[in-house]
Structures are given as structure tokens and as C-alpha cells.
């Protein structure tokens, strides 16, 4: 193997996935001025271009904003108020914002990554190395860790960087995960039983908020993403083929599972993307071996019932990155050692709100009397109670446990 190392000692922190967590995490070393390197499997385009979440809560934008990060995302993305929940056959619009004061922004994850890498590697000169394969990590729980990879830049041969730390940014099929003993690892799943076939249409919004339809055939999403594009959800077996689903049914249940009284009719358009995720969720503990540390989907996966995802992931970078700095800047090491308890407060969290919003969509379709009948009184509650109503608000807007530098 070549060393790869910008000098003798190494570079003080290998970040191993160029996805939100990561390149957020490169942005705010690199304006610290303490050198990283990015490794990717995929190309710049790829990451730019594939498709993921859309909903950032208002905390993750401000604290981005802060850092120098979100003047993009300021001036493109969209300002949600307000969701719309329907069952029964009625509309029923819940303005969260005058309730907490807050709102979500609707920035598509490939334009924040397209924004983080190029200001990361175009405007800070970050080291960002694309198409690297074959990682590996090695000597974690040693002080002086490393991670090879190969890559067609290297002619295949294999080059091996050493490092003071590194990230585990690079998802859940990603190979840092995979770094932490099994002896000492515990992964917490649970698997909901249902698949949503996720869809992608060119077609404006067919309303000026997000849409939950809690329908005894199954849940169905309406999520805008631009003027020009939506992004709908459709409750389905799980592993169930795509190709079961031609244009004309899914619009056709979306419709009706949609559908409501005074609702205009849905804005149809060519379908883009359509693919089946199967709804399940994972928490890895600890987040953090030697000096290996775990963020994003590499340490735990929220399915997207609650839009979760991403700011988990942006939590987990923020968090990371003010223990990294301390450690590497003042010789304090405290965060580091606090960082997995403090994102896991905030992972439980969303985790337990998930369930709680999975079965208000999808109890009406459960096939079981009983639990149909609890879920349209957990749905009506939200529009008779302003406590619950406020209590839902809070948890939807991720306000109930602000960011903040570990300790």
C-alpha cells in the first residue's frame, strides 16, 4: 500500500461518505481551518442528482445559516405553514405555524448536496476524492487509525490514508458500520410490515402543503418539491414490484385515497421515478468505536413516515463537528465522548414520533376494526384539542429538543 497522507502524522479527520452528514462535517472543519478528506463511491454528478428527502425543519436551516451554508437554500426553498390530513372523506388542515411560531423549508436533498460540495470543494478547497473503492478502516482503537481505499485514479493500487479520527457518513449500505465489533454493537430494528411506492411526478402540487390521506385502501402522500415537481407516496405490500403499478392505477388510488369533500381534483403528469421502499427502522449503539464515529444513516435509519431522515443526519454532523473542533483545537475531549449520548436523545425521539404518526396513517387500512377505530380518534383528537394539536406541531417541527453544542 502507497501512503496517501497529506503529511507524515496524517490528516486529522477521514470523512467516509459525501452525503448531507459528511459534507456538512467537511464544511465546518475546513472552516476551522482543520484538513479532511471526503471519500465517495459515486461520482460528484451522481451524488448531486439522486433522488432523497426534501424536508428540512427550521432549526437544521438556522444552524446551517450560521454556518455560512444555507444562502441557496434561502433564497430557492419553499416555506411549508401548514399539512392537511384526510380521512373520513373530509379535509382537515392543521397550521402548525400558528401554533409554534415555526415552519418547514422544502429544499430537495440533491440541490443541498450540489450547494455542500461545491462549497466545500470548489469555494474551500476541500479534499474530496470520487469513485474510491474498496474501502476499508483500519486500527480503529488505536490513536493513530486509517482508511485505504483503491480507486481508477490509483490504477487499482491501493492507497491508504492515516488519520487522527474518522466519520462514518456513508449510509446504511456503507462499509463503516460494518467497522464496529459485533460483540460490542447492538442494532435495535423494527420492520412496519408495509412497503410505500414512492413516486416522483412531473407535475405542480396539487395543493400548497403536504397531504396525509389515512384511507382504509392505505396511506397516500402529496409532498411538493418545486412548482414543477411532486413527490407522492403509496401504501403497498412490501416488496411489492413497480411494474405492478402503471400510471393509470397510481393515480387513479391516489385519487381515492386522496380524495375528500370539496378537494379539487390531482394534477397529473408523467411519473419519473417509482420504486418500493420497504418501511423499517434501526438504531445502532453506541454510535462511536475507538475512533471510528457514526453519523447519519450509518448509525440509524427513521423511515420516512415522518421526513426525518435528513435532519437527523444534519443534527449528527453539527453535534460531531463541535466535539471534533474541541478535541482537535483545545485537547477537550468531552464531546466526543458525550456525542452518541446526545444525537441518540434526539434519534429515540423521532424514532418514537414515527411510530406514533405511522399508525395514525396507516391503522384505518390495518384490516382490524379496533385499531381502525382508535386511529380516526387519535386523528380527530389533533382538530378538537389544541393541546394535542400544539404537541403534534412541536414533535413535527423537531422544536422539542433544539440543537445545541455538546457540552
Not at 397550521?95 to 440541490?111: I, S
Not at 404518526?357 to 380516526?376: I, N, Q
Request: proline share 7%; glycine share 10%; aromatic share 8%.
Amino acid at each position: 500500500m502507497t501512503s496517501d497522507s497529506p503529511t507524515r502524522s496524517g490528516v486529522p479527520v477521514v470523512i467516509v461518505g459525501a452525503g448531507p452528514a459528511g459534507l456538512t462535517l467537511g464544511n465546518l472543519l475546513r472552516a476551522a481551518s482543520v484538513d479532511c478528506v471526503v471519500l465517495e463511491t459515486e461520482s460528484r454528478s451522481f451524488i448531486e442528482r439522486r433522488p432523497r428527502a426534501g424536508v428540512l425543519e427550521e432549526w437544521a436551516v438556522r444552524a446551517l445559516e450560521r454556518h455560512g451554508l444555507a444562502d441557496q437554500l434561502l433564497k430557492r426553498a419553499e416555506r411549508h405553514t401548514a399539512c392537511e390530513f384526510r380521512f373520513d372523506g373530509e379535509r382537515h388542515r392543521l397550521p402548525y405555524h400558528e401554533l409554534t411560531g415555526r415552519h418547514h423549508f422544502v429544499y430537495p436533498q440533491p440541490l443541498l448536496v450540489t450547494d455542500l460540495v461545491r462549497e466545500y470543494a470548489d469555494v474551500r478547497g476541500g479534499d474530496i476524492r470520487f469513485h474510491v473503492q474498496d474501502v476499508r478502516l483500519h486500527d480503529l482503537d488505536t490513536d493513530r487509525p486509517s482508511v485505504s481505499y483503491t480507486s481508477p485514479e490509483t490504477g487499482g493500487e491501493r492507497r491508504v490514508l492515516h488519520c487522527g479520527f474518522v466519520a462514518g457518513c456513508d449510509g446504511a449500505r456503507g462499509v463503516t458500520r460494518a467497522a464496529l465489533p459485533p460483540e460490542r454493537t447492538r442494532i435495535a430494528r423494527h420492520d412496519y410490515g408495509i412497503g410505500w411506492l414512492a413516486l416522483l411526478a412531473e407535475a405542480p402540487p396539487s395543493s400548497d402543503c403536504v397531504l396525509f390521506g389515512c384511507h382504509p385502501r392505505g396511506f397516500a402522500g402529496h409532498m411538493p418539491r418545486s412548482p414543477e415537481v411532486t413527490r407522492y407516496y403509496l401504501q403497498c405490500p412490501p416488496g411489492d414490484d413497480p411494474e405492478h403499478w402503471p400510471e393509470d392505477r397510481v393515480w387513479a388510488e391516489l385519487q381515492v385515497r386522496l380524495g375528500a369533500a370539496g378537494a379539487p381534483p390531482l394534477t397529473r403528469g408523467p411519473l419519473i421515478e417509482k420504486r418500493v421502499l420497504d418501511m423499517h427502522d434501526y438504531v445502532v449503539e453506541p454510535m462511536a468505536y475507538g475512533r471510528l464515529y457514526l453519523a447519519g444513516d450509518a448509525a440509524h435509519l427513521v423511515a420516512p413516515i415522518a421526513a426525518k431522515g435528513m435532519n437527523l443526519a444534519l443534527h449528527d454532523a453539527l453535534l460531531l463537528a463541535d466535539a471534533l473542533l474541541a478535541r482537535l483545537t483545545e485537547g477537550d475531549g468531552r464531546g466526543l465522548d458525550g456525542y452518541a449520548e446526545a444525537s441518540l436523545r434526539r434519534v429515540w425521539d423521532y424514532q418514537e414520533f414515527s411510530q406514533w404518526l405511522s399508525e395514525a396513517y396507516h391503522g384505518a387500512a390495518a384490516g382490524d376494526a379496533f385499531r381502525a377505530g382508535t386511529t380516526v380518534a387519535r386523528l380527530r383528537r389533533l382538530f378538537t384539542s389544541p393541546v394535542a394539536a400544539a404537541a403534534f406541531a412541536e414533535q413535527y417541527l423537531g422544536t422539542a429538543e433544539r440543537y445545541q453544542a455538546v457540552p
